[in-house]
């Protein structure tokens, strides 16, 4: 069964970086699409950014565009999030997600059919 294993959280002041990664093991299929998401106390779970359509069309939500960045080693399964110039408001449980259908263009949060446990980043003003 596939499991996704996220790593890289922590904890860091304002202005601060952290780049998470998501391994996916026993993932035996060669594309995929991938995102992040995350979520504060309090506040519903929301795409951080995301690699569709084999690559093709990288998303990223409006608070952090520009300052975050998305990649992936197909190689290795392993998906980064780079995340530059935090602030408080990024605060919260990442998650990563993987679905098979990389052909498609975008993904809803209910549509991606692996996750992983969540791994937590703060962030100190």
């Known amino acids: 069964q596939v499991q996704l294993a996220e790593s890289g959280g922590g904890s860091v002041q304002a202005g601060g970086s952290l780049t998470l990664s998501c391994v996916a093991s026993?993932?035996?299929?060669?594309?995929?699409?991938v995102a992040w998401f995350r979520q504060a106390p309090g506040k519903e779970r929301e795409e951080v950014a995301g690699?569709?359509?084999?690559?093709?069309?990288?998303y990223y939500g409006e608070a952090v565009k520009g300052r975050f960045t998305i990649s992936q080693d197909n190689a290795k399964d392993t998906v980064f999030l780079r995340m530059n110039s935090l602030t408080p408001e990024d605060a919260g449980m990442y998650y990563c997600?993987?679905?098979?259908?990389?052909?498609?263009?975008?993904?809803?949060?209910?549509?991606?059919?692996?996750w992983g446990q969540g791994i937590q980043v703060t962030v100190s003003s």
């Open positions: 997600a993987f679905d098979t259908r990389w052909y498609l263009l975008r993904l809803h949060e209910h549509d991606f059919f692996y």
């Open positions: 026993k993932y035996t299929y060669t594309r995929r699409c």
């Open positions: 690699i569709y359509h084999g690559d093709g069309k990288i």
